[in-house]
């Protein structure tokens, strides 16, 4: 079984979130992709924060129609700072087959690596796949810190990175939706519309628990 694990604080859930993820379902062939909102993102401010309850709920919600995503309240039930290594390590001791796991990601948390808590431990565990955001018809090579690069090797044939435990990490082109969750509730806050932004049972949502 492959299985993506794609966290994030969402705060709220938007559709960029879930087309990348669709997106990478699909290139990389997972069976199933568990999002996994954080309890407390190390590396975000806490302000702004909605409930952890309230984000999970909206997490559901956004997912609910999709066999393939399934939502994990894990980094929720063990509180505190959420570290992607304790939440490998879970599902790695919890999967009830054996599975292939993929840590999805976007380009700005990738370019972050580096500061993730036992990072050379997490990518020994487990493959990573970046989306890149990359234009209809630009096929440039994603450019990232040699940093976050130097881990792996790059083997030409297959297009990916190895590193020495034999993980990978793979670049997912996916379609750019430049949503961001914190433009999502300043619109909020000015009182605009956030329709086609975010799926329509979240904007409800939002409204009827007076979240942001
Ligand atoms: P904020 O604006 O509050 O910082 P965000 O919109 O960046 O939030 P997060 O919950 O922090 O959302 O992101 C979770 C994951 O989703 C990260 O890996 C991030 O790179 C990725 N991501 C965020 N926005 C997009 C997007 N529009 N398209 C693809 N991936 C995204």
Redesign the pocket.
Known sequence: MRVGL??????PI?L??LR?AEEDREALELDLVYFVPAAS?PH?AEGELAPAEHRLQMTRLATKGNRHFMVSDIEMRRGGSSYSIDTVKYFLATLRQPATLYLL?????FAELETWKSCDEMVSLCNLAV?T?VAEGNNEPPRFSLAALKRFGYIKADDHYVHPSGKTLSFVA?TI??????AIRRKLHQHLSINYLVPGDVVDYIHRHQLY
């Not at 794609?6 to 705060?11: E, K, L, Q, R, W």
């Not at 939706?177 to 914190?182: F, M, N, W």
């Open positions: 794609f966290g994030g604080s969402f705060n938007h960029g979130h990348s993102p975000k990601m976007g380009a700005d948390q989306h955001r996916t939706l430049p949503i961001s969750a914190t």
